[in-house]
């Protein structure tokens, strides 16, 4: 990224963020003195404060970006503007929502360099109600700022469909790879590409393209098809990124500690593996994988190193990139190349 892009970037990112006590105003202000539910809105308070801000905000920033790339110079007055800041956060919000149900069920003990939501002293199960809450805000924010645009049942359609689709991913991810048991022949490339495509790229990909494209009035199908066939595979692109940093990344830098080996998870780097042992070494893989100890843990890592896992990788990362070019090269005759180039930049060769 050159100076200048660099520059821009940064305002962008401090103009979402300066947005969000704007938004958590939105949703709580004519709550916070209720007899009744003041009590109860001022947790939401407390729950927003905590789970939606603290992250990269790539999804909500996309939003914003591709807002700015379709729109004509007629579409961008400043209560536009407003609006695709509230949709990107209600995309945000919506990641706050499944990340703290995410990491319940992942028993995941850190989340964005601070401990997860349900960890918090006094928190514990009741994070589940929490989730709800984060997911009501979604609908509630939509509604206050986009309720009365032509555009808003294409919105609030496509974070439903969103919604069911990233939980029918987490399913299959939850199925495939259950804590207490360790069968590594679910774990197929198929299957890998099927959770990834649901319980990742959907939303994050495709959620804040296909919202912005809504709002400035694309909305027909061929366009919105063509948006999904270059989304998805950098959604794909983007996850197998996640699990190879999940294991060899820097928890430093990612703010988590990866836990796939241990949650027993049906990443990129087990389906690769899988693909390349000897029996000896699938032997070493079943008494190992998806176990809490430390020593276990690092013979599957060792494991991956012998097996050339890292170099694997970066063969793929290339490779990836280049078919992702070709794919924005084939789909982009209506659509401005830049937004799917400005994207695939941002997260190829990323340390977190």
């Not at 032997?283 to 020593?295: A, D, H, S, T």
Request: glycine letters at 6%; hydrophobic letters at 40%; charged letters at 25%.
């Amino acid at each position: 990224m050159n100076g200048s892009g660099a520059k821009r970037a940064a305002a962008e990112r401090e103009e979402f963020v300066g947005f969000f006590p704007q938004v958590v105003r939105d949703l709580t202000e004519d709550g916070l003195g209720h007899p009744e539910v003041g009590d109860a809105v001022a947790r939401l308070k407390e729950v927003l404060e905590y789970n939606a801000p603290g992250g990269k905000c790539n999804r909500g920033l996309t939003v914003l970006a591709a807002f700015r790339e379709l729109a004509s110079p007629g579409q961008q007055d400043p209560e536009s503007l407003r609006c695709a800041l509230a949709v990107g956060w209600c995309i945000e919000l919506f990641q706050a929502f499944f990340l703290v149900a995410d990491d319940i069920m992942d028993a995941s003990l850190t989340r964005r360099g601070q401990l997860c939501w349900y960890k918090k002293e006094g928190i514990g199960l009741d994070a589940i109600n929490d989730a709800f809450l984060l997911e009501s805000s979604v609908y509630r924010l939509l509604k206050k700022y986009c309720g009365e645009r032509p555009y808003y049942l294409h919105l609030l359609e496509l974070f439903l469909q969103t919604a069911y689709q990233t939980e029918l991913g987490q399913m299959l991810d939850l199925i495939t790879a259950p804590v207490s048991q360790v069968d590594l022949n679910r774990f197929s490339e198929q299957r890998y590409k099927a959770i990834v495509k649901y319980k990742t790229a959907y939303y994050s990909f495709y959620l804040p393209v296909a919202a912005a494209m809504y709002m400035t009035g694309i909305d027909s199908k061929e366009e919105h098809d063509s948006a999904k066939a270059i989304l998805l595979e950098m959604g794909e692109f983007f996850q197998i990124q996640d699990d190879y940093l999940d294991c060899f990344g820097d928890p430093e830098l990612m703010g988590k500690v990866g836990t796939d080996i241990q949650d027993n998870k049906c990443s990129w780097l087990v389906v690769e593996c899988l693909r390349r042992v000897t029996p000896d070494q699938r032997q070493i893989l079943e008494e190992n994988y998806g176990c809490k100890e430390p020593e276990k843990v690092a013979k599957v890592k060792e494991l991956y190193e012998t097996l050339g896992m890292r170099a694997a990788f970066q063969e793929y990362e290339e490779s990836s990139y280049q078919r992702l070019q070709e794919l924005i090269k084939k789909h982009t005759s209506h659509l401005p190349k830049e937004i799917f180039l400005g994207l695939a930049q941002k997260i190829y060769k990323r340390q977190k």
